[in-house]
């Protein structure tokens, strides 16, 4: 019998890379990608000639196709449905003061946690939509209508004929109630100034449309959401990314309102909630401390694995680029304990400690706000592929932890979505597709107490 093949997209910052699926058992049978143009502000059309690219001669064969994309970025578009003006992404900081405004004028953190998931930072579209409003009210009064970075590919992928979003992706805009599961286009309104058109709202395995090529399109979703179902995240999981950033999710029963403003309160795309904390340092730790130490990746990790655990005494605060898990914008890395004594083994193994015990403050902050003990650990990303982070994990964070193996999960998340959307069940297909290696080690509390006393210690300085 032949097989039926689907087309998983990730839209990501860098790049857009897509996959060829077998419909019934996950395998990848194929897989392209293109790259994007670097920068915060860029030309929706860039994004679909690197569609284009990444799928051609893919999409032909594929049954159903669902793109993912890269969270909270503003297409703002005009009556036409031209871009008022380059795209603005979720790294974009201009509207951090636009975020500080929206939170005063809902009612403070708290209250904007309690009305949609999340406190504003400049990451989130409605913080843009205000920015726009203030910096360019010529493009702002032009605007007519406001998609995300996936919701402008999936319409421009289904001939432009209706705009449609996921509950997932919509969480991550600022104008969402994620616990009534609705938009809220009053706040989108009062952000930019006028009334503006939103997308319809899909519900995750819902056909929204089909390709010149016949293939039907699912909702997609955001980036985080798709890496959520690719990995097949369940209750007591708790998936650690170690990337450019550090990034803890989990999938609960019931939505967050976190008012410290540590965990975002996201919908999952498979009808879940999917609250996210991140960090802002994540494997730069690693580099950086291998560059001191003066060894490249292989030996820092070698070396970082010759040490006792603990490392003499030695901690490691890994805020180089300030931080938001605690959130203290403003603070530097410090390095306590070195003696006449401490070795180089034990100044790579600190490193590694402090990065792991940071991740770990993300993940206490979920269970915090979820009331959910984190039972098995997931550990992806670039910073996962060095042993001694797998193997020191399991002693910071108490538990299991599974390394899945290398994939493109948000991609397979969404091409998990399309078979989804095609089968038309009431559950998304089940893929053997996450095998994993599990790293397991009697705790060591006391590394993560020695970390959590130096960081309290240090509050209030820059």
């Known amino acids: 019998m032949k097989p039926t093949y689907v087309l998983g997209i990730d839209s990501s910052t860098q790049s857009c890379k897509a996959l060829l699926v077998d419909a019934q058992s996950g395998e990848v049978v194929a897989e392209q990608r293109s790259s994007h143009l670097p920068g915060t ?29 890269q969270q909270h970025g503003m297409v703002a578009l005009d009556e036409h449905g031209q871009p008022v003006r380059e795209a603005m992404l979720w790294n ?84 969402y109630d994620p616990a009534a599961r609705r938009f809220l286009p009053d706040l989108a309104a009062a952000a930019l100034g006028h009334s503006v058109a939103l997308p319809r709202l899909a519900q995750a395995n819902e056909q929204v449309g089909r390709t010149s090529t ?37 999938v609960v029963e019931d939505s967050v309102h976190d008012g410290s403003g540590m965990v975002t309160g996201f919908v999952a795309a498979n009808g879940k909630f999917l609250p996210l904390a991140c960090t802002l340092n994540g494997a730069p730790v690693l580099d950086f401390g291998a560059r001191m130490l003066g060894v490249g990746k292989q030996e820092f990790s070698d070396l970082a694995l010759a040490a006792e655990p603990g490392s003499g005494g030695v901690v490691l605060l890994p805020y180089l680029g300030g931080e938001r898990t605690p959130n203290r914008p403003e603070a ?4 306590q304990g070195l003696r006449g004594t401490t ?77 989804w959307a095609l089968g038309g069940q009431e559950q998304p297909p089940v893929w053997d597709i996450a095998e994993s290696t599990r ?24």
């Open 214 to 250: 016949g293939a039907v399109i699912g909702a997609g979703t955001g980036d985080n959401m798709a890496a959520a179902l690719g990995l097949d995240l369940q209750p007591g999981d708790v998936c650690i990314s170690i990337g450019t950033s550090g990034v803890a999710s989990a």
């Open 439 to 462: 790293y397991q080690a009697r705790p060591r509390p006391e590394i993560y107490a020695g970390y959590a006393k130096l960081r309290d210690a240090t509050e209030g300085w820059n």
């Open 343 to 419: 070795t180089r083994e034990q100044i790579a193994r600190a490193y590694v400690e402090g990065l792991l015990c940071s991740m770990k403050d993300a993940v206490a902050a979920l269970e915090a706000s979820t009331k959910v003990a984190t039972k098995r650990i997931l550990l992806i990303g670039g910073g996962a592929q060095a042993e001694a982070v797998r193997v020191i994990a399991p002693q910071i964070f108490g538990v299991a932890v599974d390394v899945p193996r290398t994939a493109e999960y948000v991609a397979l998340g969404a091409a998990r979505q399309a078979a």
């Open 92 to 175: 974009d900081t201009s509207s951090a003061q636009q975020a500080r405004d929206l939170t005063e004028e809902l009612g403070g953190a708290q209250a904007c946690a309690e009305k949609i998931g999340s406190v504003p930072v400049a990451s989130l579209t409605v913080t843009k939509l205000r920015w726009l409003r203030d910096h360019e009210p010529e493009n702002a009064s032009r605007t007519t209508q406001v998609l995300l970075p996936h919701d402008y590919l999936t319409w421009h992928l289904g001939g432009r004929k209706e705009a449609v979003t996921d509950h997932g992706d919509a969480s991550g805009t600022g104008y």
């Open 332 to 335: 530097t890395g410090l390095l």
């Open 41 to 69: 502000q860029i030309d929706p059309q860039h994004w679909i000639t690197a569609l284009e690219s990444a799928t051609a001669g893919l999409l032909e064969q594929a049954s159903a196709v669902s793109i993912a994309g």
